[in-house]
């Protein structure tokens, strides 16, 4: 649980704008996911990464926050419906 706590928190801070797109995928590529997690929530890290890694480079530094904020979104679904299976 204390993955999808981190990946939570970092997301809320990304949309709080607590830190920059670059920060938000640097503290992303930190956390260590847990081997029960690994599947579902590292499958969804590497492509929020590969999205993140994409925005960076790909688009108008003007859009970081709309699109980083689409990533976030997504990340957070999959952390919720992970967080009510296992209840």
Do not use: H
């Amino acid at each position: 649980m204390r993955t999808l706590e981190a990946i939570s928190t970092i997301c809320t801070a990304f949309k709080e704008e607590k830190f920059d797109i670059e920060e938000f995928q640097y503290r992303l590529e930190s956390i260590i996911v847990s081997d029960e997690l690994k599947q579902s929530v590292g499958k969804a890290r590497f492509k929020a990464l590969n999205r993140l890694e994409e925005i960076r480079f790909c688009s108008l530094e003007s859009n970081f926050k709309k699109y980083g904020v689409e990533v976030t979104d997504t990340l957070l679904e999959v952390v919720n419906r992970i967080k009510e299976s296992k209840k």
